[in-house]
């Protein structure tokens, strides 16, 4: 047994508010479909301990991060690598870190956010108690790869069955001495995106956990796997995305929820006692970088605002203040719960394929992989993306507020890292 504290608490703006994920909004938002959470769960073995935050948002910028990390530090006593920050990547939350978006950051939930992420973590230190931790992993078809090949060297974003998607369930189950159920952790890779327009909600993440709340009497928290280019598919056989109602929405996510459920037959403890928490930071190089001409061209002709944006506020102060970074910094850190268990967490919008391909380097030991975590970059695409491009690979980069695509070698790169922080361990 170690010690547990789990905390939960809501996180919906009290008025409206401009919303992150969606490049088409053009106003505010106009309601709520459904309440969102934040949460923690703080774990203490014998030689170290941890707090994991979950959280219904698109995710934390960099600066973001390491600011909230440095205040729940200092209200914890928890050191930051051992504190960590996850989102549910659902698209219709607060738009609070910066992005290239319609409409401003709400700077009001900023604060707020960033308080209730810090009372989340110290109630969750305070509300300790002695507690087991066990592990399943299900399977589930919900969603599909999102990047079809076009048949003439290019992608189209529609249905891809055939493509790469990693369908582990994965949940960590919380319980006290007497068996009763203290909180879960789910994870799986898939995009919160069924849901678009203005009302605000969680998404698949926010109705699942609810679901398991009902069933367990215990909170349920969420994190988002490598689900870069998978998304929601409500109609099988079709060749677009459609948008599910609410109900079909509720009712695809019980069928997850029942997946989760169903996994607890083989549930195997967890000797959390040698619990071990470390991050590193390492560089992302980008692709060739554009020059000042290339640029002012962007502000003088593109007919993209989002791209004009970018160049005119992003890009050429950073010429104006020397030359443009050649690379990313990337968080990347690891929760070891026992020998044969760890979490891997990935900031950005990582692909299915390089999620998959840490698993498999890291075996036989079981490994999850959680995406949006920490700093959220951009998209982190695997090597076999990049001959056909695309969204990920090279026409959202800017979003970011990144001066250029990763190179090809990324995948590479954040494998090998993940492995060499989890030996390190």
Known sequence: MIDVGIAQTDITPAESVWLNGYGNRDHKSEGVYQTLKAGAIYLRGNASEAVILTADHI?????????????????????????????????????????IMPGDIEAGYV????????????????NCVRAEVSFSRGTSTF????????????????????????????????????????????????????LGGY?????????LCRQLESETGAPAFFATGCAGNIRPWFNPGESDFARPTLDELAAASEIVASEVLRSQSDT??????????????????????????????????????????????????????????SACPQEIQVLQLDPDLRLVFLGGEILTEIGLHIKQ?????????????????????????????????????????????????????????????????
Not at 147 to 166: Q, S, V
């Open 143 to 194: 969603g599909v790869n999102r990047r079809l090949p076009d048949g003439d060297g290019g992608i189209l974003f529609a249905p891809n069955p055939d493509g790469p998607f990693d369908r582990d369930l994965d949940t960590l189950w919380f319980s006290n001495r007497d068996g009763k159920p203290l909180g879960s952790l789910t994870v799986y890779g898939c995009h919160p995106t069924s």
């Open 199 to 207: 009302m605000i909600g969680g998404d698949y993440p926010g109705y």
């Open 111 to 126: 604060t707020f956010l960033h308080r209730r992420l810090v009372e989340a973590a110290v109630a969750a230190k305070g």
């Open 268 to 325: 195997r403890r967890v000797d959390s006692q040698a619990l071990r928490a470390d991050t590193v930071f390492h560089l992302l190089p980008y692709t060739e970088l554009p020059d000042r001409e290339a640029v002012e061209r962007e502000v003088e002709e593109t007919a993209d605002p989002r791209r004009r944006t970018w160049a005119r506020q992003v890009i050429l102060p950073l010429l104006d203040r020397g030359a443009l970074p």
């Open 361 to 425: 380097a890291l075996e036989p030991a079981t490994t999850v992989t959680v995406g949006y975590t920490n700093g959220l970059i951009g998209y982190v695409p695997g090597k076999e993306t990049y001959p056909l491009g695309g969204y990920e690979v090279s026409s959202s980069y800017h979003l970011f507020l990144r001066p250029a695509p990763f190179t090809r070698d990324a995948e590479d790169l954040v494998v090998g890292k993940a492995i060499e922080l989890t030996r390190s361990l």
């Open 59 to 99: 995710g934390y910028g960099p600066a973001y991060a390491a600011e909230a990390k440095l205040n729940i530090s200092q209200a914890t006593g928890l050191l930051p690598h051992q504190i960590i920050l996850t989102a549910t990547h659902t698209h219709c939350a607060p738009f609070f870190t910066p992005w």
